[in-house]
Nanobody, 116 residues
Framework: QVQLVQSGGGLVQPGGSLRLSCAAS????????MNWYRQAPGKQREFVAV????????NYAESVKGRFTISRDNSKNTVYLQMNSLKPEDTAVYYC?????????WGQGTQVTVSS
């Protein structure tokens, strides 16, 4: 069955770094663009970053540009989100998403808390 299994969240101080991972199975990972979204308490889920199916193209929300980096390893069916210079406003549940031809799969979500 289709699975997107996330790992790597946690508590970090402002200015710190975390790397999220999302391991895919049950579908042809290399066909899918991969996204990261996040949802803060009381707010709507918002787009964070996207990487194309073969990894040649990326795009970021303005709020994370220059601090976050999305990457993928199609040999490991895994997408990553490297988060540097974290701010308290980055606190949210982060979700990975696979998207191809109107088909979308979601990870289970992982909590990222930025606090001193």
């Amino acid at each position: 069955q289709v699975q997107l299994v996330q790992s790597g969240g946690g508590l970090v101080q402002p200015g710190g770094s975390l790397r999220l991972s999302c391991a895919a199975s049950g579908f042809t990972f290399s066909n899918y663009a991969m996204n990261w979204y996040r949802q803060a308490p009381g707010k709507q889920r918002e787009f964070v970053a996207v990487i194309s199916s073969v990894g040649g193209s990326t795009n970021y929300a303005e709020s994370v540009k220059g601090r976050f980096t999305i990457s993928r390893d199609n040999s490991k069916n895994t997408v990553y989100l490297q988060m540097n210079s974290l701010k308290p406003e980055d606190t949210a549940v982060y979700y990975c998403n696979a998207f191809y031809k109107s088909i979308a799969y979601w990870g289970q979500g992982t909590q990222v808390t930025v606090s001193s």
